[in-house]
């Protein structure tokens, strides 16, 4: 079994008519000069890299790596696999055998972890080296088609056969230049008509009654076309980049506007299906993507049935667009893990009005928001940091905190302020014990700098040793 092999099949692509996996690895050894195999291996040490700091818990970041040696037998043993076996297995089995297979690529020095919690850990990274080498695949389209037409050609004994399939082939080739032809067309003429929109209605509209909208991106023209009930999927994504791809101002807002009280259920659907399919194409984590998304589906079920909601969701997904299909199990696997955490109330445990904890846990919700909005810790890293909350339990305290941040704020702004008063107070009357430990600091300072010898300024002094304990007697 090959690298393409094993990557094609972990998420069911096969070939129809011909061989994809070798028809893409023929394209690929004529326009990169390079195989699959050294294709992948700059993914992995790619990704790697980008989330070494996943580690951080364990060791310095920086000493993470790829060992190259184990990489290289592990793509050979590939050779020997039983192909058969590995097909047979579900999604999730096969992503991890995969992971087991790749586990000691991965040097994470110093590290305790019993075998299948580094596994677990490991796991997302080794899905999102997969995706990376999807995308890393020639993207220069008219001479990967004439590649793929010359294999297809040459690996087909029945001219028959092999001329109807180049000619269904170049059909749909050229049906998809046609609509792609068309949806440019179409998209041309809606910015000139929203930039028609936008000059008309800024010469009746007071500059400053352009509403929060406007003020919350720093954008008027964004502003207005909010206003004129104009909200899109380019908006939302940039409001996202002005978020600094983060569950951040003013994209909370703006994916709270897609609520049941904002707008109705069938365009805040294809708001979100849409943004979604840009979501997933920019250049961005694979982590930030994901939190985004769960953030959408929070603002977009609130005050709504959520499961009639992400059924639809999920049906939209799979046949508005077409997407890469790792891409659409991402973007699926984000939807099941929002229904295992909903409602976001049921993570928690609601000892008093000040008193709001994990469920099964000791830590306070106030712990978690800290982390994420003053220190900017992301959410992997507060989960590792505590041990005993969920990843799970820490989006859904900050997807609470999304739905609910004029609340969750003022509870937050309350622990803060008590926090405040007890420092002072312990300023003011430290213990007995603070005392004692101030005393004895002072007292080593003032030894310390009593303590050196005065140096003599003449050369011969300077030199001149001390006398022993018999010349002093």
């Not at 900050?398 to 609910?404: A, D, F, G, P």
Request: a negative charge.
């Amino acid at each position: 079994m090959t690298i393409l092999d094993l990557v094609f099949n972990a998420y069911n692509i096969v070939g129809t008519g011909f061989s994809i996996i070798s028809g893409i690895n023929h394209a690929i050894q004529h326009l990169c000069k390079t195989t699959a195999e050294d294709l992948f291996k700059e993914s992995f040490d790619k990704v790697v890299k980008q989330y070494a700091s996943d580690f951080a818990d364990l060791t310095d970041p920086k000493t993470v790596e790829v060992d190259p040696y184990t990489f290289d037998n592990v793509i050979a043993s590939l050779k020997d696999a039983d192909e058969v076996e590995f097909i047979q297995l579900n999604e999730s089995e096969k992503i991890a055998k995969i992971t087991t297979l790749f586990r000691n690529c991965i040097i994470v020095p110093n590290h305790q972890l019993p075998t299948m919690d580094f596994e677990r850990r490991i796991r997302p990274i080794i899905e999102r080296v997969i995706i990376d080498f999807y995308s890393q695949l020639p993207f220069k389209q008219e001479t990967f088609n004439q590649i793929v037409l010359e294999y297809i050609q040459n690996t087909t004994t029945e001219q028959a056969n092999t001329d109807s399939m180049l000619l269904d082939f170049m059909r749909e080739i050229e049906q998809v230049q046609l609509e792609v032809s068309e949806r440019i067309s179409q998209d041309i003429q809606t910015i000139k008509d929203d930039t028609e929109d936008i000059k008309q209605l800024k010469q009746t509209t007071d500059s400053d009654s352009l509403g929060t909208w406007g003020s919350l991106i720093g954008n008027p023209e964004l502003g207005i076309r909010c206003r004129m009930g104009d909200f899109d999927a380019d908006l939302l994504l940039e409001t996202a980049k002005r978020a600094n791809w983060k569950l951040a101002e003013p994209y909370n807002s703006f994916v709270l506007a897609l609520g049941g009280e904002r707008m109705n259920l069938n365009s805040a659907l294809d708001v979100s299906v849409d943004f979604l399919f840009k979501l997933w194409k920019e250049s961005i984590l694979f982590r930030q993507k994901e939190f985004l998304t769960l953030g959408l589906l929070a603002g977009l079920t609130y005050g709504r049935n959520a499961h009639k909601v992400l059924n639809r969701l999920e049906y939209l997904i799979q046949n508005k667009h077409t997407l890469f299909l790792p891409v659409e199990n991402s973007i699926l696997r984000q939807i099941r893990n929002f229904q295992q955490i909903y409602p976001l109330e049921d993570n928690f445990m609601f000892l008093a009005e000040n008193d709001i904890r994990l469920k099964g846990t000791r830590v306070g919700i106030e712990t978690i928001l800290y982390e994420y909005i003053y220190d900017g810790r992301p959410p992997e890293v507060i989960a590792d940091r505590y041990y005993t909350p969920t990843l799970e339990q820490v989006y859904a305290t900050l997807l609470y905190y999304l739905q609910n941040e004029e609340k969750v704020g003022a509870y937050l702004d309350d622990y803060l302020e008590y926090c405040r008063k007890v420092r002072e107070e312990q300023a003011k009357n430290p213990s007995p014990a603070v005392v004692r430990l101030r005393e004895l600091i002072a007292a080593k300072k003032a030894n310390s700098d009593t303590s050196y010898t005065q140096i003599p300024k003449n050369d011969s002094a300077s030199t001149t040793q001390s006398p022993s304990k018999n010349e002093q007697g």
